[in-house]
């Protein structure tokens, strides 16, 4: 059973985030955040993620998320909770 201060989310990311070393910064940020799951590009030029982690942290994960790194453009987050995970740490795919 999940922790009740855990949430477990799916996020695609839209803009230019390709290329630019996004997935780097997503791993950095969920590294410092204490944030667990992956990364990966996909087609049409997103970034798809899934994270585990505490309620506080994850709204700072994405907060910065929304943000990116100095030359990304973020258009859109699309943001939904999934069922529990297991992930040891954050990976890159």
Same mark, same amino acid.
């Given at each position: 059973?999940?922790?009740?201060? @855990? =949430? $477990? *989310?799916?996020?695609?990311?839209?803009? !230019?985030? %390709?290329?630019?070393? @996004? !997935?780097?910064?997503?791993? !950095? %940020?969920?590294?410092?955040? +204490?944030?667990?799951? @992956?990364?990966? +590009? #996909?087609? $049409?030029?997103?970034?798809?993620? =899934?994270?585990?982690? #505490?309620?506080?942290? %994850?709204?700072? /994960? *994405?907060?910065?998320? %929304?943000?990116?790194?100095?030359?990304? !453009?973020?258009?859109?987050?699309?943001?939904? #909770?999934?069922?529990? /995970?297991?992930?040891?740490?954050?990976?890159?795919?």
């Amino acid at each position: 059973m999940a922790e009740e201060n @855990f =949430t $477990y *989310l799916e996020i695609k990311i839209y803009g !230019r985030v %390709q290329g630019v070393g @996004f !997935r780097y910064f997503v791993k !950095r %940020q969920a590294d410092k955040l +204490n944030i667990k799951g @992956f990364c990966q +590009n #996909e087609i $049409y030029s997103s970034v798809f993620v =899934t994270s585990s982690g #505490e309620k506080e942290n %994850q709204e700072k /994960f *994405l907060k910065k998320l %929304q943000k990116g790194p100095l030359f990304a !453009r973020v258009d859109n987050l699309e943001v939904k #909770e999934i069922p529990e /995970f297991k992930e040891e740490s954050f990976k890159i795919l």
